[in-house]
């Protein structure tokens, strides 16, 4: 039996439908929360844009709308609208923000792939929000610990042994590239 659709209107069903599932959005939600006066942290708006180019749907953002988007995530999991995985990544005042968005989004059990800080400027206890964690610290940045109901990994890096500091951490070519890749890495465990 011959299965060549030949009628005009069926192949064009069929090359729509091939294009819209090729064409999709991605299925994650990869967000960057800058740091201090929202002036500073340019290397986070790089990254977002760098995973932009490659198609992954990353945003950044300042750190003080952390809890409008995780709001707005709460909201759309009620209707299942929200696009998994969850990463979040922070620097400095972001990297203090980004445990918070991920505990908050546990308590709602929505869970967060990957938290990535970059030398937030406090410590900060982890709970169940979170699976992975991995904090690129300079000696005197803020350290991320885990609670009882953590069943994740932390992973404590010191940024200074690639030459960063506070200030250029974020920009950190090798902290750049290692974040990015272990965003990467977690997005395709979902495709």
């Given at each position: 039996?011959?299965?060549?659709?030949?009628?005009?209107?069926?192949?064009?069903?069929?090359v729509?439908?091939?294009?819209?599932?090729?064409?999709?959005?991605?299925?994650?939600?990869?967000?960057?929360?800058?740091?201090?006066?929202?002036?500073?942290?340019?290397?986070?708006?790089?990254?977002a844009?760098?995973?932009?180019?490659?198609?992954?749907?990353?945003?950044?953002?300042?750190?003080?709308?952390?809890?409008?988007?995780?709001?707005?995530?709460?909201?759309?999991?009620?209707?299942?609208?929200?696009?998994?995985?969850?990463v979040?990544?922070?620097?400095?005042?972001?990297?203090?923000?980004?445990?918070?968005?991920?505990?908050?989004?546990?308590?709602?059990?929505?869970?967060?792939?990957?938290?990535?800080?970059?030398?937030?400027?406090?410590?900060?206890?982890?709970?169940?929000?979170?699976?992975?964690?991995?904090n690129?610290?300079?000696?005197?940045?803020g350290?991320?610990?885990?609670?009882?109901?953590?069943?994740?990994?932390?992973?404590?890096v010191?940024?200074?042994?690639?030459?960063?500091?506070?200030?250029?951490?974020?920009?950190?070519?090798?902290?750049?590239?290692?974040?990015?890749?272990?965003?990467?890495?977690?997005?395709?465990?979902?495709?």
């Amino acid at each position: 039996m011959n299965t060549t659709y030949r009628h005009p209107s069926i192949c064009l069903r069929l090359v729509l439908t091939a294009f819209a599932l090729a064409g999709s959005a991605s299925a994650e939600e990869v967000y960057f929360l800058r740091g201090g006066f929202d002036i500073f942290s340019t290397g986070m708006n790089q990254m977002a844009s760098q995973l932009r180019k490659e198609g992954i749907n990353a945003k950044a953002t300042s750190f003080a709308g952390w809890r409008g988007l995780a709001d707005g995530i709460v909201r759309r999991s009620k209707n299942k609208s929200v696009s998994y995985p969850i990463v979040v990544l922070g620097h400095s005042f972001g990297g203090d923000a980004a445990p918070d968005f991920a505990n908050y989004l546990g308590r709602h059990n929505i869970p967060v792939a990957l938290v990535v800080g970059l030398d937030p400027l406090s410590s900060k206890t982890l709970h169940k929000g979170a699976k992975s964690v991995i904090n690129y610290r300079t000696p005197t940045g803020g350290r991320y610990t885990a609670a009882n109901d953590f069943t994740g990994r932390i992973n404590q890096v010191n940024a200074s042994e690639f030459g960063a500091n506070h200030f250029t951490v974020e920009e950190n070519r090798s902290v750049q590239n290692l974040a990015l890749q272990a965003v990467r890495a977690e997005i395709r465990k979902r495709r």
